[in-house]
């Protein structure tokens, strides 16, 4: 079974701070890990992540993928209080023999709290 | 900025009603997929739909779920008899035509909260 793992499920920080996500993985078929940012409602998309230790880098935000540990990170640096939300970690598994239809398989999230 | 839009944003319903959640995906977009998540707990995919005709389905969407493409505009999910363990937030994403080996991003809409009593 496909399997994304988060950690830490929740994190409370001050602004400024430097805060590490992890995420890990167990999927057949791995295209690419993806961040999204969910705040009140829907996810919205960060980064996708298909190389290992290539950075995709925005802003304070970064992350990098390594598929030899099927791990990821995502770094939020001299984080705000607008960081605050879940960020979730999904893989990306493409069913070739369907059309190229792809799913989402997500971990359960971390819910950041940065406090002023 | 084209979006995926849903209808109702709050659905509440009795145990045993049937529910319909309605989608506009992006108009471009030829792949469609469903997903909920249980308050509290991680997204799940339901299923994903291409060409008329679901992709793949998850062991959550046995036979009380049902999607369709009515008109060309919209994408419905439909639950026959809904359960109290149906509440959940329900979102609908679609994406562009899948090319090689590069990935086509995911919209997700802002969800359909549905509310079994």
């Known amino acids: 079974e496909d399997k994304v793992v988060q950690s830490p499920l929740s994190l409370v920080v001050h602004e400024g701070d430097t805060v590490t996500l992890n995420c890990s993985y167990e999927?057949?078929?791995?295209?690419?890990l993806l961040w999204y940012k969910q705040e009140k409602k829907a996810p919205t998309f960060l980064f996708m992540l298909t190389s290992s230790g290539i950075e995709k880098k925005s802003g304070r935000l970064s992350s990098i993928l390594d598929k030899k540990e099927l791990s990821s990170i995502l770094n939020i640096t001299a984080t705000q209080t607008g960081d605050s939300a879940i960020y979730l970690c999904a893989v990306d598994s493409i069913l070739i023999t369907q059309g190229g239809s792809e799913k989402l398989v997500f971990g359960k999230g971390t819910k950041l709290t940065v406090n002023p | 900025e084209p979006e995926v839009t849903q209808t109702p944003s709050h659905q509440v319903t009795q145990m045993g009603q049937e529910v319909i959640l309605r989608c506009v995906p992006i108009?471009?977009?030829?792949?469609f997929y469903w997903y909920r998540q249980i308050l509290g707990q991680k997204v799940e995919f339901l299923v994903s739909f291409y060409n008329n005709e679901i992709s793949e389905k998850s062991e959550i969407f046995d036979d009380q779920f049902s999607v369709e493409r009515p008109d060309g505009s919209n994408f419905t999910l439909k639950i026959r008899s809904t359960k109290l363990e149906d509440s959940a937030m329900y979102f609908c994403?679609?994406?562009?035509?899948?090319?090689?080996?590069?990935?086509?991003?995911?919209?997700f809409g802002p969800g359909t909260r549905l509310t079994v009593l």
């Open positions: 108009s471009n977009h030829l792949y």
């Open positions: 999927v057949t078929n791995f295209r690419s």
């Open positions: 994403a679609s994406s562009e035509e899948a090319s090689g080996n590069s990935y086509n991003e995911q919209f």
